[in-house]
């Protein structure tokens, strides 16, 4: 049986005061079933941001989408192990192991954050 790669397509969901922040990702990547692959979604702000609380999302051929993992490493659940986030600084990461067919998804990133002492989201 051949093995076809998974093309794991990662979206920003950004909106809102764009003057104030940008989201940037891969557009897409592609891992071998079992093989583990990393996605990242950084924010870019004109202040510092003391800290950010990403979310993950995963959304299979137009389907209801699914909240993975919010707060950058929390999982909801039913959220297969195989799935972990983290986040390092601005960026948010979002980390496949083992990954299997039915990962070919579209993922999405969003977050909240403190900039300045101030609670933000973006929308």
Same mark, same amino acid.
């Given at each position: 049986?051949?093995?076809?790669?998974?093309?794991?397509?990662?979206?920003?969901? $950004?909106?809102?005061?764009?003057?104030?922040?940008?989201?940037? !990702?891969?557009?897409?990547?592609?891992?071998?079933?079992?093989?583990?692959?990393?996605?990242? $979604?950084?924010?870019?702000?004109?202040?510092?941001?003391?800290?950010?609380?990403?979310?993950?999302? !995963? !959304?299979?051929? #137009?389907?209801?989408?699914?909240?993975?993992? *919010?707060?950058?490493?929390?999982?909801?659940? #039913?959220?297969?192990?195989?799935?972990? #986030?983290?986040?390092?600084?601005? /960026?948010?990461?979002?980390?496949?192991?083992?990954?299997?067919?039915?990962?070919?998804?579209?993922? *999405? $990133?969003?977050?909240? *954050?403190?900039?300045?002492?101030?609670?933000?989201? /973006?929308?």
């Amino acid at each position: 049986m051949a093995w076809a790669p998974l093309l794991l397509t990662l979206l920003t969901y $950004c909106s809102g005061a764009s003057s104030q922040y940008v989201m940037t !990702q891969e557009p897409s990547l592609l891992v071998s079933p079992g093989g583990t692959v990393k996605l990242s $979604c950084s924010v870019s702000i004109v202040s510092d941001i003391t800290s950010i609380y990403p979310y993950w999302i !995963q !959304q299979r051929g #137009g389907g209801v989408p699914r909240l993975l993992i *919010y707060n950058a490493n929390v999982k909801v659940s #039913g959220t297969p192990e195989r799935f972990s #986030g983290s986040s390092s600084g601005n /960026t948010a990461y979002l980390t496949i192991s083992g990954a299997l067919a039915e990962d070919d998804a579209d993922y *999405y $990133c969003f977050t909240h *954050y403190y900039q300045g002492g101030v609670f933000k989201a /973006t929308q």
